[in-house]
């Protein structure tokens, strides 16, 4: 349902029990009409607004709470998928095709957020991006390091790829 026919529908209720109201009370006893009668309705009519409220908040706070949770995690990968990309390239030339590689995968994302597909779409693009990462992880196997510098920054690549390829998984999972 579009929020034009949800807010339609609200309105027609609303309308509708404000004619109700009216033609209850022409035929309505005279003693339910009284000051305490109304006290009780505006008591009730109070107790519910309250807990509209309270389930509202609870409401939007679960959903700031969510999308904290997956812009920290946006976050965590750019963070990240620099930091690898910056490793390479001290690694030196060997790792030229790795980071062709990162630059392929993240215009990819790019372009699949641009895109906005379906929600059923999401979940098969969220496994082609960890599968992109799965690819670098390969790549980075591949690389047969020449000094003990290089032994360390692969380490380190590898560490960051793996690191990335689990905040993925976590972020498709949220989401």
Same mark, same amino acid.
């Given at each position: 349902?579009?929020?034009?026919?949800?807010?339609?529908?609200?309105?027609?209720?609303?309308?509708?029990?404000?004619?109700?109201?009216?033609? +209850?009370?022409?035929?309505?006893? /005279?003693?339910?009409?009284?000051?305490?009668?109304?006290?009780?309705?505006?008591? %009730?009519?109070?107790? +519910?607004?309250?807990?509209?409220?309270?389930?509202?908040?609870?409401?939007?706070?679960?959903?700031?709470?969510?999308?904290?949770?997956?812009?920290? %995690?946006?976050?965590?990968?750019?963070?990240?998928?620099?930091?690898?990309? /910056?490793?390479?390239?001290?690694?030196?030339?060997?790792?030229?095709?790795? /980071?062709?590689?990162?630059?392929?995968?993240?215009?990819?994302?790019?372009?699949?957020?641009?895109? /906005?597909?379906?929600?059923?779409?999401?979940?098969?693009?969220?496994?082609?991006?960890?599968?992109?990462?799965e690819l670098v992880q390969s790549r980075l196997r591949e690389l047969t390091p020449q000094t003990e510098a290089q032994h360390q920054l692969l380490a380190q690549a590898s560490q960051i790829a793996g690191d990335l390829a689990q905040t993925r998984w976590?972020?498709?999972?949220?989401?």
């Amino acid at each position: 349902m579009s929020s034009i026919t949800i807010g339609l529908i609200a309105a027609g209720c609303t309308f509708s029990g404000a004619l109700l109201g009216v033609w +209850l009370q022409k035929r309505l006893p /005279r003693h339910h009409l009284d000051k305490d009668s109304h006290e009780v309705v505006k008591l %009730g009519a109070g107790m +519910l607004a309250t807990i509209t409220a309270l389930v509202l908040g609870l409401l939007v706070s679960s959903a700031k709470g969510t999308f904290d949770t997956i812009n920290e %995690g946006i976050k965590q990968v750019s963070a990240k998928t620099i930091l690898l990309d /910056r490793i390479l390239a001290q690694y030196g030339p060997d790792a030229q095709a790795v /980071r062709e590689q990162i630059k392929r995968s993240v215009a990819a994302s790019l372009e699949s957020a641009r895109l /906005r597909k379906p929600v059923g779409a999401a979940e098969s693009t969220a496994v082609q991006l960890t599968n992109r990462v799965e690819l670098v992880q390969s790549r980075l196997r591949e690389l047969t390091p020449q000094t003990e510098a290089q032994h360390q920054l692969l380490a380190q690549a590898s560490q960051i790829a793996g690191d990335l390829a689990q905040t993925r998984w976590l972020l498709m999972e949220e989401a």
